[in-house]
Nanobody, 114 residues
Framework: QVQLVESGGGLVQPGGSLRLSCAAS????????MGWYRQAPGKERELVAL???????TYADSVKGRFTISRDNAKNTVYLQMNSLKPEDTAVYYC????????WGQGTQVTVSS
């Protein structure tokens, strides 16, 4: 059974930065395209960023140039560096593989507010 554990969220002022981590157990992320997703209150979960097995990345237009996804296959961990945070980035952030077929973790809350 795959288990995903997200961490690193918190309360930050607009313009601030956070680094999220997602540790996976029960499977090996190196064979998978991994993604970060987020869900704001009252909205559907949306894809934020993807990282391929070779390290190639894609981003939602709303975060392009501000967020960076990376992976450490040796640690079975995926990261999301978030800079220049905006109030509209407030959401619960989750990781999963691209298909979203692994059980979702509890997520980590990111709140951007002054």
């Amino acid at each position: 059974q795959v288990q995903l554990v997200e961490s690193g969220g918190g309360l930050v002022q607009p313009g601030g930065s956070l680094r999220l981590s997602c540790a996976a157990s029960g499977s090996i992320i190196s064979f998978n395209v991994m993604g970060w997703y987020r869900q704001a209150p009252g909205k559907e979960r949306e894809l934020v960023a993807l990282i391929g097995t070779s390290g190639s990345t894609t981003y939602a237009d709303s975060v392009k140039g501000r967020f960076t996804i990376s992976r450490d296959n040796a640690k079975n961990t995926v990261y999301l560096q978030m800079n220049s945070l905006k109030p509209e980035d407030t959401a619960v952030y989750y990781c999963n593989r691209k298909s979203g077929s692994w059980p979702w973790g509890q997520g980590t809350q990111v709140t951007v507010s002054s």
